[in-house]
Nanobody
Framework: QVQLVQSGGGSVQTGGSLRLSCTASSSTVSQYSLGWFRQAPGKEREGVAAIDRSDNTQYADFVKGRFTISRDDANTILYLQMNNLEPEDTAMYYC?????????????????WGQGTQVTVSS
């Protein structure tokens, strides 16, 4: 079992940057794969980036070259560095965890979720 607490988010103008953080609390945190998802009003939740227990990463096509997912050496903090933000990136962002060596960009794969944090990008 793992608890996820998010921080970061906020409002920026087009082209700006933000870094989201997700602190994972678990005695077996290194056994989890992690991901970032986002959901805009009226839209379905979509995968943004994912990282497995071996630090292999995956990215949605719409964020490649702009976003970077990473985790600290102790595997207790998950990050999403977001650069060159666009208005289309405006959404509620969620971190997620699954007790598996495999990370996927599908929300149904994950059983544990953070509380969410709002990202707003103004043109």
């Amino acid at each position: 079992q793992v608890q996820l607490v998010q921080s970061g988010g906020g409002s920026v103008q087009t082209g700006g940057s933000l870094r989201l953080s997700c602190t994972a609390s678990s005695s077996t945190v290194s056994q989890y794969s992690l991901g970032w998802f986002r959901q805009a009003p009226g839209k379905e939740r979509e995968g943004v980036a994912a990282i497995d227990r071996s630090d292999n990463t995956q990215y949605a096509d719409f964020v490649k070259g702009r976003f970077t997912i990473s985790r600290d050496d102790a595997n207790t903090i998950l990050y999403l560095q977001m650069n060159n933000l666009e208005p289309e990136d405006t959404a509620m962002y969620y971190c997620a965890a699954v007790h598996s060596p495999v990370a996927l960009l599908h929300a149904n794969w994950y059983g544990y979720w953070g509380q969410g944090t709002q990202v707003t990008v103004s043109s």
